[in-house]
């Protein structure tokens, strides 16, 4: 589903609803827009309620964990706030790699099942998009997955090593 305000508008409601200030648009992507605050956070205002809701789950899913700053030798942003009218997530600025974002583009608890035609393609994608890193980026998929987390957008945007 699409939600009806812009991505900007939401930001903007969100952070006078927090008594916080947007200082500047980081970017924009296929799922939404990131916005800096002035309490030093990043916010996500989601496109579509499925990815906010992805995004939001898997922040409280790791953190049943004990998951709240790293997985495995991964750093995550810590999750501050989120809005489910809004559909903002409010998370930390990522200071320190490597590290991983953007969770709007994963499975929860279903494994997607790839065919094996599909897994060759990915593991190709992977080794051109990662070259060295990409045994390293196999493990953060693999840690992601013992806790039933299908990370399903694997690039250097999301995946960062310096």
Known sequence: MTISLSTEARAVAYSEAHSINITRRLGEGTDGEVFASDRVTALKACKYE?????????YHHLAQFGC????????????????D?????????MH??????DFGK??????????EETRDELEKSGQELF??????????LADLASYQIYYLDPKPGNIVFK
């Open 68 to 83: 709240t700053s790293k997985i495995g030798e991964f750093y995550i942003p810590a999750l501050w706030a989120f809005d």
């Open 85 to 93: 009218e809004l559909f903002v997530v409010e998370m930390d600025f």
């Open 96 to 101: 320190r790699a490597p590290y991983v974002i």
């Open 106 to 115: 994963v499975r929860l608890f279903r494994d997607p099942e790839f065919s």
């Open 131 to 140: 070259g060295d890193n990409w045994p390293r980026v196999l493990q953060l």
């Open 50 to 58: 499925r990815v906010y809701y992805n995004e939001r789950d898997t």
